[in-house]
């Protein structure tokens, strides 16, 4: 008997703690593509991104010139010198390879430094928010398959996160 009122006790517990639980979402792109910050982020990813295209052409043009220099010449070089030429060639076509594998790199290395502040931001404001409405759950509507009613909160973050952003960029 004792048993049974227990658990009928702890199956009240836990339906009134599951009964309390708030969920919410948010739209996690509309608060991202609104961001000051990221719009600012976005544009020095391009302008890095420009100047690293720029920078391979002009060692695609030095590599270009070298074979034609090669093409134009190879039927009076000595043996010795196609060698030495096609070693050059060869080593200008791996430094290409090579600067375009690192460029790359940065490039992710370089989003990942501009992301973090923002992400952190976003995630200071969905806590900001969730803790002012008492929220135990916030999902993302991007990664969530499906959801049908619940509580949007997208709009509040957005504000808050726009004055923590502005809080941000004045820094």
């Known amino acids: 008997m004792k048993k049974t009122i227990l658990i009928i006790a702890l199956m009240f517990t836990a339906l009134t703690a599951s009964a309390q639980m708030k969920l919410a979402h948010v739209n996690s792109q509309e608060l991202l593509d ?32 070298a074979y034609k220099r090669y093409e134009q010449n190879k039927s009076t070089w000595s043996p010795v010198i196609l060698k030495i030429e096609e070693e050059k060639i060869m080593k200008k076509q791996q ?33 900001i928010v ?3 409405k008492k929220i135990n759950y916030v999902l993302d509507e991007s990664a969530t398959l499906y959801f049908k009613g619940g509580m949007d909160i997208t709009d509040e973050v957005l504000i808050e996160l726009l ?4 809080e941000a960029m004045k820094k």
């Not at 544009?43 to 043009?61: A, H, P, R, T, V």
């Not at 990942?112 to 931001?121: F, S």
């Not at 004055?163 to 502005?166: F, Q, S």
């Open 95 to 127: 430094g290409l390879e090579d600067r375009q594998t690192a460029l790359q790199q940065e490039m992710q290395i370089y989003t990942q430094e501009l992301n973090k502040p923002i992400l952190e931001r976003v995630q200071k404001a969905v806590e």
């Open 34 to 65: 609104t961001m000051p910050s990221r719009l600012d982020a976005l544009e020095k990813l391009k302008k890095f991104e420009q100047d690293g295209y720029l920078e391979l052409g002009e060692i695609q043009k030095d590599l270009e010139a």
């Open 163 to 166: 004055r923590l952003d502005a």
């Open 130 to 132: 969730s803790d002012r």
